[in-house]
């Protein structure tokens, strides 16, 4: 299976809910764009696709542009050819606004990753069955430390003065 | 029952060591068990139990947690390869291929075809050692001695071969961005060779004192089973879901490195529970061992040639140029550690012993990490305590979580 076929068959399942598609260096990783409200649509429709399991959650912070992108990494244990490519599905939302809706009723794989992002960037899944720090204790997710307004100060850079 | 100390917090509370329990309804008992425990450690498992029958489970994790994926963000780009080995030690290879191959798709570069199959030669000699560590671990949940010692001996064997190789027992740093740190040592593939003869011989008799064994038997059968659609619900990954009857491995649905030129087969059972488990580990030894006579013969019909790619060598200095070319070690030059990689994203993963690990990167074209995310086996597999537990025994709790080859430090990061 090309990786064009690949964006065609989601093409074709998504609809019209693709903002944008883009395929990353080494032909293997398919970032599809789409908007916050379809996500759940999006997902239900790509399970139905083949698309079995999550194989991660993440987000990403992008303070200067004042939002955060959340991704679900999607493949296939079923389909030997799907499971070549990872489809991720990511949509925007704001950074002062943190909040979504879950996926972990669509896709029990993300129960525990929605909790990391969570815990990570204080980002809030609605209707998620148990939101709570995984990793982290509380006081500590608290200061939600995988935001980039978050520094971590250690190994400070040792200037050594050139001896002359 | 001469261990149980009556707590002081109520009639009903049990200390038991390594256990604390309340009583929270009507015969219905909450025991928290870990994160000391007598076996891997680091992780609790808080249980709900209705006289012996477990109700409810809920893993209880994060006591190893080392903020991975923020600190990789501080630094360079190389020095996140020693940060993520500190995962799982004993499959430092397996663990940081991935990220170094993420990397090298976005510097747009491959590894010459001799360091392919070198950095093959380490992933498998990591993957037996990891096999047998969780073999050993495995053996003291189930009480049995002899199988905590044995596969931890001959793990030495491995981890022997793994020194000799790359310089240190357990966190190699073998495969850097372009190539690998050294190539083999005179005489490294005879010794390999009997590793491998010794290893067949070795699994031979686990067979007899521990696979084949009525009580281990007894305790695994039947225990644990995690039926093939819950297995593709979950995400459950590696060894795990292969003996759940999805043929599903990396290594041939997404070939990395040179396996899709290697010949190899991956084993699958039906079955689902603890036994067919154990038995998937044995196979995909037999199989690793399989792979690391096919890389043995490779290395000895090729001639030496540069095991690091052309572009971190060729600005070299004449000194490091020169160890490079007498004794095929490389000497990482400043060049490493002030790189640039270009901006865009990439996905990475490999199979490690336990099952898939996967990198997310992203760079914004700087000297470090936008954005890492990884997720390894053992996260993936958590989730099996939730949902695989409740309904069996406390008495299989131990036999569950052996046989899946839970290892905390890679599950928290």
């Known amino acids: 299976m090309e990786p064009q076929e690949v964006v065609d068959l989601v093409r074709r399942v998504l609809g019209d809910m693709v903002r944008d598609v883009k395929i990353w260096k080494g032909n293997d990783y398919i970032e599809v764009e789409i908007d916050a409200s379809s996500i759940r649509e999006a997902a239900a429709r790509m399970k139905e696709a083949g698309f079995d399991h999550v194989k991660d959650v993440t987000a990403v912070d992008y303070m200067k542009e004042g939002r955060f992108r959340i991704i679900y990494n999607l493949s296939s244990y079923n389909n030997f050819d799907l499971s070549y490519y990872i489809v991720g599905l990511a949509y925007d939302i704001p950074r002062d606004k943190p909040e979504t809706v879950s996926l972990a009723d669509i896709y029990t794989s993300a129960e525990f990753q929605e909790r990391e992002v969570y815990e990570g960037f204080g980002i809030i899944f609605k209707g998620h069955p148990d939101l709570k720090p995984l990793l982290l204790s509380p006081p500590v997710a608290e200061q939600k430390p995988l935001r980039k307004d978050f520094i971590v100060r250690e190994e400070p850079e040792i200037k050594v003065e050139k001896k002359r | ?413």
């Not at chain 2, 392919?116 to 009480?143: D, M, P, Q, S």
């Not at chain 2, 690998?180 to 005879?190: A, L, N, Y």
């Not at chain 2, 160890?323 to 060049?335: D, M, N, P, S, Y």
């Not at chain 2, 996260?379 to 025994?393: F, Q, S």
């Open chain 2, 1 to 413: 029952m001469s261990g149980i100390v009556r707590g002081n917090v109520g009639f009903n509370d049990l200390k038991i060591p390594g256990m604390w329990s309340r009583k929270i309804g009507k015969d219905l008992y909450e025991v928290f068990i870990g994160p000391q425990h007598p076996g891997s450690g680091h992780m609790r498992i808080i249980i709900r139990i209705d006289g012996d029958i477990i109700v409810e489970a809920e893993p209880d994790m994060g006591y190893v947690h080392r903020t991975m994926e923020k600190l990789s963000e501080g630094r360079a780009w190389i020095k996140a390869i020693p940060l993520f080995e500190r995962m799982a030690i004993h499959d430092a290879c397996n663990v940081t291929l991935p990220y170094v191959r993420a990397v090298e798709k976005l510097l747009g570069i491959e590894a010459p075809l001799r360091a392919k199959y070198l950095r093959v030669l380490l992933c498998e000699i990591n993957r037996i050692a990891a096999f047998l560590y969780g073999f050993g671990i495995f053996g003291v949940f189930l009480g049995h001695s002899t199988m905590y010692m044995w596969p931890f001996g001959d793990r030495e064997v491995w981890v022997e071969l793994a020194e000799w190789l790359t310089g240190a027992r357990l966190t190699h740093t073998y495969p850097v961005f372009g190539g690998v740190r050294r190539d083999v040592p005179e005489g490294f593939t005879d010794s390999l060779r009997k590793a491998i003869r010794y290893m067949r011989r070795r699994l031979e008799d686990y067979r007899k004192i521990f696979v084949d064994n009525p009580v281990i038997r007894a305790r695994l059968e039947d225990v644990g089973v995690i039926p093939r659609n819950l297995a593709i619900e979950l995400g459950i990954t590696g060894p795990n879901l292969r003996a759940s009857g999805v043929r599903y491995d990396v290594r041939k649905n997404h070939p990395y490195e040179v396996y899709d030129e290697l010949d190899f087969e991956i084993p699958v059972f039906q079955e689902g529970d603890a036994y067919a488990r154990v038995h998937q580990r044995v196979q995909e030894i037999l199989q690793s061992l399989r792979i690391l006579e096919q890389v043995a013969d490779w290395l000895d019909k090729h001639p030496r040639e540069p095991v690091m790619h052309e572009r971190f060598w060729k600005t070299a200095p004449p000194l490091y140029k020169k160890i490079f070319q007498e004794t095929g070690r490389v000497k990482l030059g400043a060049v490493m550690a002030i790189m640039k990689i270009p901006q865009g994203k990439a996905y990475e993963r490999g199979e490690t012993a336990r099952g898939e690990i996967s990198y997310y990167v992203e760079s914004d074209g700087g000297n470090k990490p936008y954005r890492i995310r990884i997720h390894s086996a053992s996260a993936r597999n958590a989730l099996v305590y939730k949902y695989i537990v409740p309904g069996h025994r406390v008495m299989d709790l131990p036999a569950i979580y052996g046989s899946i080859d839970y290892f905390p430090p890679e599950a928290d990061r």
